[in-house]
C-alpha cells in the first residue's frame, strides 16, 4: 500500500462492498467465543474495528506502515505474515481477509504455516476470501474481476492463480485443520471458511 492518504481511502472506499461481510464475520467471531483473536494481514485494522466492544483480546499484523498507521486505536503490528513473532498456541482464533488471493502460491502456503503454528489446539482459523465460480452472480464476477485487474499485473496474476488452485482447497490440509463451516457471501463471490485446528 502506497502511502498514508490511499490508506485512509481505502476503507472509505471499501465500506458499502465490506461492512455487510466485516458484520457478519464479527457475529460469527463473537459466537465462537475466542479470548483471543490476530488478524493476519490485517490492513487498516478495519475488521478488529467491528470487535471493540467485546472483552476479546485483538491483535493485527501487516507489512505496510501506513495501512497500520490508519489501525491505531488497536494493538497492529508491523510483521510479515510468513514469519510471525508471536509463539506458538499464542490464540484462540486466527483470521486472514480477503489477503490470500493476492500472493503466490509459496507465499499462500508459508502465511497458512504460520497461522496453524499460533492457533492453540481445537482453536480456530477463518479465512474470507474470493472464491468465483459460475454460482457467483454475474454483476460480482465481473465487478470483482475489474478491481483485481486494476490491482496490477502481479495480483492480477495471483488472484487467477489462487483460483485455479482451488482457493483454498489444496492450500489447508485436512490434518491439521478441519472445515468447520463454510458460508458463501457477497454474491456468492467469496467464501467464509471455518476451521478447527486438530491436535495432530
Ligand atoms: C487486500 S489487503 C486486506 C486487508 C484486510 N485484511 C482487509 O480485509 O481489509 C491485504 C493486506 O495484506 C498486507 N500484506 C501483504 N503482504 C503481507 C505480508 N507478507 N505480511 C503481512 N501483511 C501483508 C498488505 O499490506 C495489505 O494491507
Redesign the pocket.
Same mark, same amino acid.
Given at each position: +500500500?502506497a502511502n498514508y492518504a490511499v490508506a485512509k481511502l481505502y476503507d472509505l472506499l !471499501?465500506y458499502p462492498f =465490506?461492512n455487510k461481510i466485516r458484520k457478519k464475520t464479527a457475529k460469527i467471531i463473537i459466537q465462537l467465543n475466542p479470548k483471543s483473536v490476530i488478524?493476519? $494481514? $490485517?490492513?487498516?485494522g478495519?475488521?478488529l474495528e467491528y470487535l471493540k466492544n467485546t472483552d476479546i483480546k485483538l491483535t493485527g499484523? #501487516? !507489512?505496510?506502515p501506513a +495501512?497500520l498507521k490508519v489501525a491505531k486505536h488497536i494493538d497492529c503490528y508491523e510483521? #510479515? *505474515?510468513?514469519d510471525i513473532q508471536f509463539s506458538d498456541n499464542s490464540f484462540d482464533l486466527v483470521m486472514i481477509? =480477503? *489477503?490470500l488471493h493476492?500472493?503466490s502460491f509459496d #507465499?499462500q502456503k508459508m502465511i497458512i504455516d504460520e497461522a496453524s503454528r499460533i492457533t492453540r489446539n481445537n482453536g480456530h482459523l477463518l479465512i474470507v476470501d474470493y472464491e468465483i465460480n459460475e454460482k457467483t452472480k454475474p454483476y460480482s464476477r465481473y465487478v470483482i474481476n475489474a478491481i483485481e485487474f486494476l490491482a496490477g499485473k502481479e495480483h492480477f496474476k495471483n488472484f487467477k492463480e489462487y483460483h485455479k488452485n482451488e482457493c483454498t482447497n489444496k492450500l489447508i490440509s485436512n490434518n491439521v485443520f478441519l472445515l468447520e463451516k463454510k458460508v458463501l457471501i457477497a454474491g456468492k463471490s467469496m467464501a467464509l471458511q471455518i476451521y478447527r485446528k486438530t491436535n495432530n
Open positions: +500500500m !471499501l =465490506l488478524d493476519i $494481514c $490485517c490492513g487498516t478495519n475488521q499484523i #501487516d !507489512l505496510s +495501512m510483521q #510479515d *505474515a510468513r481477509q =480477503l *489477503a493476492e500472493k #507465499d
